[in-house]
Nanobody
Framework: QVQLVESGGGLVQAGGSLRLSCVAS????????MAWYRQAPGKQRDLVAS???????TYADSVKGRFTISRDYAKNAIYLQMNSLKPEDTAVYYC??????????????WGQGTQVTVSS
């Protein structure tokens, strides 16, 4: 079993900042890509940012220049620094990871999500 636990969400005014964290634990042999997704009410879950094993990053156009994804390989963790937040960033943010377990299974677990609310 592999678990992802997110933290750091909350209520912030437009223009403010938040930093999300996600830590993976359990039967982990290795982790390839890790990513942040978000889902607003009534909408599909969309990719926000991802980071590869080698540190290459990708971002959704809507967050480029405002959000930064980073990774701590020793802690099996990723972070999302969110600056200049806008009301349209309001969503539940989910962590996702491409995990190889000690039993050689390829897993793609999701965290439970953390709510980010940006007030205007």
């Amino acid at each position: 079993q592999v678990q992802l636990v997110e933290s750091g969400g909350g209520l912030v005014q437009a223009g403010g900042s938040l930093r999300l964290s996600c830590v993976a634990s359990g039967s982990i042999f290795s982790i390839n890509d890790m990513a942040w997704y978000r889902q607003a009410p009534g909408k599909q879950r969309d990719l926000v940012a991802s980071i590869t094993t080698y540190g290459s990053t990708t971002y959704a156009d809507s967050v480029k220049g405002r959000f930064t994804i980073s990774r701590d390989y020793a802690k099996n963790a990723i972070y999302l620094q969110m600056n200049s937040l806008k009301p349209e960033d309001t969503a539940v943010y989910y962590c996702n990871a491409d995990v190889v377990s000690w039993s050689s299974r390829n897993l793609r677990p999701w965290g439970q999500g953390t709510q980010v609310t940006v007030s205007s």
